[in-house]
T-cell receptor
Framework: KAGVTQTPRYLIKTRGQQVTLSCSPISGHRSVSWYQQTPGQGLQFLFEYFSETQRNKGNFPGRFSGRQFSNSRSEMNVSTLELGDSALYLC????????????FGPGTRLTVT | AQKITQTQPGMFVQEKEAVTLDCTYDTSDPSYGLFWYKQPSSGEMIFLIYQGSYDQQNATEGRYSLNFQKARKSANLVISASQLGDSAMYFCAMRERPKTSYDKVIFGPGTSLSVIP
């Protein structure tokens, strides 16, 4: 089975721009979660989608949004980028039967200059 | 208030020895789940083990076991027979299940484990 894939792997953007990151879960997994990892704040939960609906949400400003498509692929969008948005963005997927067992992708490294 | 505490920022262990990574948590919800993840230098997070708050037995997965002490709110990870490939960051995490709002997933700051040959 193919693992979780995230594209792009690396991204450099300028302050004020917006960015869209993509995540393709493991085949058959319908739950997708997004996390932000920074040296200062550690790992923080952004949101979780299940069957195209946002099910859980972390404490992030409205500039961070996401969606999930009918094929379970998910995108997250960050608008009006700030320097502090530079981070590793991780996506994880899980199935209904093993909802607590999340499989992570390799992450997208976003650098905002 | 910090909800997940990992008091050992860095640890060393001799190859083939057992090691315990500490994790304490704070929640007022009766229903929650506790997780451990491993993150090697490559960056990818690897799920290791899960313990539900209502599980009667401590979770085990191969060389990994979770020492769950509910009254003390601790969920320590025990790695038996350490291998060089176990060198990585280890994160303890909790998913709270409040009845009236979203689940919340919280990670601890991590413990860096180095296995010495």
């Amino acid at each position: 089975k193919a693992g979780v894939t995230q594209t792009p792997r690396y991204l450099i953007k300028t302050r004020g721009q917006q960015v869209t990151l993509s995540c393709s879960p493991i085949s058959g997994h319908r739950s997708v979660s997004w996390y932000q990892q920074t040296p200062g704040q550690g790992l923080q939960f952004l949101f979780e989608y299940f069957s195209e609906t946002q099910r859980n949400k972390g404490n992030f400003p409205g500039r961070f949004s996401g969606r999930q498509f009918s094929n379970s692929r998910s995108e997250m969008n960050v608008s009006t980028l700030e320097l502090g948005d530079s981070a590793l963005y991780l996506c994880a997927s899980s199935s209904l039967s093993t909802v607590h067992e999340q499989y992570f992708g390799p992450g997208t490294r976003l650098t905002v200059t | 208030a910090q909800k997940i505490t990992q008091t050992q920022p860095g640890m060393f262990v001799q190859e083939k020895e057992a090691v315990t990574l500490d994790c304490t948590y704070d929640t007022s919800d009766p229903s929650y789940g506790l997780f451990w993840y491993k993150q090697p230098s490559s960056g990818e997070m690897i799920f290791l083990i899960y313990q539900g708050s209502y599980d009667q037995q401590n979770a085990t997965e191969g060389r990994y076991s979770l020492n769950f002490q509910k009254a003390r709110k601790s969920a320590n990870l025990v790695i038996s027979a350490s291998q060089l490939g176990d060198s990585a960051m280890y994160f303890c995490a909790m998913r709270e299940r409040p009845k009236t709002s979203y689940d919340k997933v919280i990670f601890g700051p991590g413990t860096s484990l180095s296995v010495i040959p």
